[in-house]
Structure formats: C-alpha cells, structure tokens
C-alpha cells in the first residue's frame, strides 16, 4: 500500500532543501575567502602592514647603508669609551696609592695636622699657612718627607682623573645611551637627516680621550672613514 504526502510533508521537504543550498552557499564563500587570504598576493600585504616603521624604512638601500653605519660607529663607541671607564678607573686606584703613600711620609704635628715645606713657608694639606713660630719649632721634619708642591701635584692630579672619569661616564650612558634608544626605536625611526646629525653629535661631543682613541685607531688600521669614525661597511 503507497503512502502519499501530506502536504506538511511537502512543506518540510521544501524548507530542508532551501536551508542545504544555504548553507552550500555560506560554505563556499568562507572557503574562498580563505583561500584568498591564503594567496601569496595577501600574505605579502599582511607581512609588509606588520612591519614596524623603522623595517619598512630599511628597505631603502641608503636608508639602509646610514642606519647600520650609524650602529656601527655606536659599538665602536660604546667599546671604547667603558675601556676608557675602566681604564680611568685603574688610574685613579693608583693615584690613591700615590697619596697615601706620601701621605705615610709625610710631617705630622703634635695634633696630627699633616704639614708641608713651600718654600721658606709651611702649609697644611688645605693650604693654612702656619704662622705661630713656637708651632715652627716643634716640627720635626721627616727625611724625603713631600713638599707642598710634590702633594698638590698628586691631588690635583686625582681631581683631574676623578673629572675625566665623570665626563666618560656622562658621554657613556646619557650621549650614546640615548643614542642607542633613538636608534633601536621601531616605531619612531631617525630620518636620514637626524641620522647624519647624530653622527656629528657623537664625535663632538666625545671626550679627548675618546678622540684620540679614534685618531690612534685611524692611524693604525687605516679603513673608510665617515664624519671622522672608522665605519664598517654594512651587509644589505
């Protein structure tokens, strides 16, 4: 016996039939549209819109070339200026030994108080000239004690070292510390203008230790030089 459709049964083979080409239909154009996004064409966009600021600059050639040097010249610096530190720092080590040592040497009053022979005058490390003659005859002057020239020699000679030592550490960490954050910053990149400025920036504002580093190296292993550093060329 042939059971035939009532017509709900019509209706809802209708409906499913329309909701299977739908959903045909939605299937297909999400799958083409990952495969567009998929296409080399669109993958190269997305790389080149994730790209900071400063990598999409690099892909100029001189950009490129004055970017690199510059980073060059800053390691060149940043090298020498802490072995200038650390050097500096020896030197004044040993100036202090210096000292103590003509210090150990040295005449003492009764009281203590160091006192120094400047000519046919006395003076204490200060520079008080003593006057009081009774105080004059009770010195007992020690033999090669240090005159009052010989130990401002050797303190002037540690307040020099000790204002060098200040102003290498000051070029290190505020001249070429900033210049490496400005030169390692992605999102706001030197032009190439700031980059040329900023090369003249470090050599002038360089410490004459720092400068005759440079000039000892230039003399020593002649290379390419660029606003007075010797540069390493950059591999593009």
Do not use: C
Not at 45 to 65: C, G, I, P, T
Not at 85 to 91: L, V
Not at 175 to 182: F, M, V, W
Request: no cysteine; aromatic share 6%.
């Amino acid at each position: 016996m042939t059971s035939s459709k009532t017509d709900s049964d019509i209706e809802r083979d209708l409906y499913n039939e329309e909701i299977m080409g739908v959903n045909y239909s939605q299937n297909h154009k999400t799958k083409s549209s990952e495969d567009d996004l998929n296409s080399p064409k669109n993958k190269k966009k997305k790389e080149f819109a994730e790209l900071s600021e400063l990598a999409m600059r690099l892909q100029d050639a001189e950009y490129a070339r004055l970017y690199y040097e510059l980073g060059d010249n800053l390691s060149r610096l940043e090298l020498l200026t802490d072995q200038a530190i650390a050097e500096t720092e020896i030197d004044i080590k040993n100036q202090d030994h210096l000292i103590e040592a003509a210090m150990a040497n040295a005449t003492y009053l009764h009281n203590g108080t160091a006192v120094f022979k400047d000519g046919d005058k006395v003076h204490t490390l200060d520079g008080t000239e003593i006057t009081d003659q009774d105080l004059l005859d009770s010195i007992v002057w020690k033999e090669n004690s240090p005159s009052y020239t010989d130990i401002r020699i050797l303190y002037d000679d540690l307040h020099t070292k000790a204002d060098q030592l200040e102003e290498l550490k000051r070029y290190r960490y505020e001249t070429l510390g900033g210049a490496r954050h400005e030169w390692e910053d992605e999102n706001n990149p030197l032009s190439e203008e700031e980059i040329k400025k900023k090369q003249d920036h470090l050599l002038d504002q360089a410490p004459i230790s720092i400068k005759e580093k440079l000039e000892n190296q230039a003399v020593n292993a002649p290379v390419e030089t660029t606003a007075g550093f010797q540069v390493l060329k950059p591999s593009l």
